[in-house]
């Protein structure tokens, strides 16, 4: 240090101007990721939106499947207690024109005429 302490006191002046400069450097290079950061940040946001709105569409296409899929059930099982009835009474019609055959415990072994004149003949 010298006797008027100019030279010291520009020394540190110097230091002090170096690590201001450094101080905003770094700042502004912190401003520039956090900035970059926000922009990311909406990025992800607006394709989580994306995503969001196509789940709760999917959703609502699953709902109406599964609505379609319990109608569709309902009129199968119709259909199939209307086809077990027809059965049934086809069953019982088969059963009373057989019991109109002569011999009806024993096998049938004439040809579907003879069984036809059979049937129409109301015996």
């Given amino acids: 240090m010298t006797t008027d302490g100019q030279p010291y006191l520009h020394d540190k002046l110097d230091v002090l101007v170096d690590q201001v400069g450094r101080l ?3 700042l502004i290079e912190i401003k520039l990721l956090i900035q970059q950061q926000a922009a990311v940040s909406q990025n ?3 394709k989580i939106d994306r ?3 196509s789940v709760a ?3 609502q296409s699953i709902d109406r ?3 379609s899929i319990d109608r569709l059930a309902s009129a199968m099982e119709a259909t199939h207690r209307n086809q077990s009835e027809a059965v049934t009474q086809l069953v019982g019609i088969v059963n009373k024109l057989l019991k109109k055959l002569p011999n009806a415990d024993k ?3 004439g040809d579907r005429s003879q069984l036809l004149q059979i049937l129409s003949s109301g015996n």
């Fill in 24 to 26: 905003t450097e770094g």
């Fill in 44 to 46: 992800q946001s607006e």
């Fill in 51 to 53: 995503l969001a709105n």
């Fill in 57 to 59: 569409q999917q959703s």
């Fill in 65 to 67: 499947q599964s609505q």
């Fill in 107 to 109: 096998p049938f072994l």
